[in-house]
Structure formats: structure tokens, C-alpha cells
């Protein structure tokens, strides 16, 4: 007996293939688009376009503008600030306070921001233009799943390094986060820039992702300047003689020694 055509399908909506994999696509595309050209300039339609779907399909899998931005945050913002903040235990019981243990998460955290930002090209401009900025379409999207204890837990093992001598007194604990995150984020973000200002320098094409990573380690741990070389100890210098005085001449109507009768 002959199989059954298949019925034709109606006209109207086009093929909806319940894919993981598109999804993942339009996510990849959107995140892109909000990176380069920002979130506010960024249509559906330009997603689709894109992607080569009709609008219909990016309304599939996302309702709204909104659940597109939750997804980037929660799908492609959020994982990577859980790994690289998972150096910091949530409890600080899990610390020693050392220097030493300061400086292996400080150099970590470093390495592990610029290994995110070479990865995923989008994430340093992202991270600028929509989080960073005032404003910023992303913001407080972000900010809700900012890891607040471990930040804690982090200020306290910079506090304890200072506390110790490690760390110099003008070091604010809470904002040491911030001074990584500038010193990673932003060259990555604006390379095309100061390899611009500095297109004439024949040394600008070492400056990779490592050099960053090297050169805001060198700056967190050990500072812009160097510390000042301490001095040999010079050969003790031998006391000079005692000069040898003449006994002044009592002064005229003065009482006379005691006899000692």
C-alpha cells in the first residue's frame, strides 16, 4: 500500500526548527551587534538580517527585546564573571590573608579577565560601552549578579595585606576590583586606539594579550615605580680624637674651689 504524502503545510509563518543551535547563533549575533554598534542602536531586525532569518523566527525564540537582553546577560555576561571572580572563595575562612595569597589571586583574576576578553572579542567593548558607561542599556542587568561577597571577601584580603605592610597605605581595598578591571578591560577595548597613537613604534606589535595581562600585574603588585635601592653599608667611620682643651683661667671674684676641710 502506497505511504501517505505528507500533507502540505499551510502558508503563513515560516519552518520553526526547535534548535539549540540557532538559538545559540542568535545569541552569538546579537552580542556582537551590541558590542560594536551598542544596544540602543541594535533593532531585532538587524539580529535576523543578520542571522538571514525573517523576524518571525527571532520572535521564536525570543518573545521580546527584553528576553534577548536577559539571555545575553544570564548566557553569555553572567558565566564569564562567575569564572573569573571563582578564584575568591565566597567565605574568608577559606583564606590564609597572606601577601603571598593576595598576589596569586590578584595575578588570576588578571589572567583570567584577559583570557575571557581574547576569547570572546565582543566582552571588553560590551563591558565598556553598556555596563561602564552611565547609562549603559546593560547595567543594571549586570550589577544584580555582581558577585557582592566574594568583592567582599576580596577587600578584606587586600585590607589584611595592608594591615600587614604588604600593600601601601594609600590603597583603598574597595576599589582595587575596579583598578583591575580598568587595567585589563580597557586596553583590550580600545587597542585599535593606542595602536594608532603609537602605529610609528616598531615594538607597538609585541603588545599582545599576554603583555596586558604582564603589564597590569606589574602594576597591581608592584606599582608604577620601582623601590628605591637600598644603599651598601658604609665601613664605620672611626671616631675622631678627642681635642685636648686648656683649663680656663677662673674668672676674676669668683668664689674659690671648696677646700674639701
Not at 555576561?77 to 590573608?97: A, C, E, K, M, N
Not at 583574576?109 to 565582543?122: A, K, L
Amino acid at each position: 500500500m502506497p505511504a501517505k504524502p505528507s500533507p502540505a503545510r499551510r502558508p503563513g509563518r515560516p519552518a520553526r526548527p526547535d534548535s539549540a543551535a540557532v538559538r545559540d547563533q542568535l545569541l552569538d549575533i546579537a552580542t556582537d551587534l551590541f558590542a560594536t554598534q551598542g544596544v540602543a542602536a541594535t533593532r531585532l531586525a538587524h539580529i535576523a538580517e543578520r542571522a538571514g532569518f525573517t523576524s518571525a523566527m527571532l520572535h521564536y525564540y525570543f518573545k521580546s527585546r527584553d528576553q534577548l537582553l536577559d539571555a545575553v546577560v544570564l548566557e553569555r555576561v553572567v558565566p564569564v564573571i562567575g569564572y573569573v571572580w571563582s578564584p575568591v572563595p565566597q567565605t574568608p575562612r577559606r583564606l590564609d590573608g597572606s601577601t603571598d595569597t593576595a598576589r596569586a589571586v590578584i595575578t588570576e583574576i588578571v589572567s583570567r579577565i584577559v583570557r575571557c576578553g581574547t576569547d570572546r572579542p565582543w566582552l571588553p567593548a560590551l563591558w565598556m560601552h553598556e555596563v561602564v558607561n552611565e547609562g549603559g542599556q546593560l547595567r543594571e542587568r549586570v550589577l544584580r549578579h555582581l558577585p557582592a561577597q566574594r568583592l567582599q571577601v576580596f577587600a578584606g584580603l587586600i585590607a589584611d595585606s595592608q594591615r600587614a605592610g604588604a600593600i601601601t597605605p594609600g590603597v583603598e581595598p574597595r576599589l582595587v576590583f575596579l583598578s583591575i578591571l580598568g587595567l585589563t578591560l580597557l586596553p583590550l577595548a580600545t587597542s585599535s586606539l593606542w595602536r594608532r597613537i603609537w602605529q610609528d613604534d616598531p615594538k607597538i606589535h609585541a603588545i599582545d594579550h599576554d603583555a596586558i595581562a604582564a603589564h597590569a600585574t606589574a602594576m597591581l603588585t608592584g606599582g608604577l615605580f620601582s623601590p628605591p635601592a637600598t644603599a651598601p653599608d658604609a665601613p664605620a667611620t672611626p671616631a675622631a680624637p678627642a681635642k685636648r682643651t686648656r683649663r680656663a683661667k677662673p674668672a676674676a671674684n669668683t668664689e674659690p674651689p671648696a677646700t674639701g676641710r
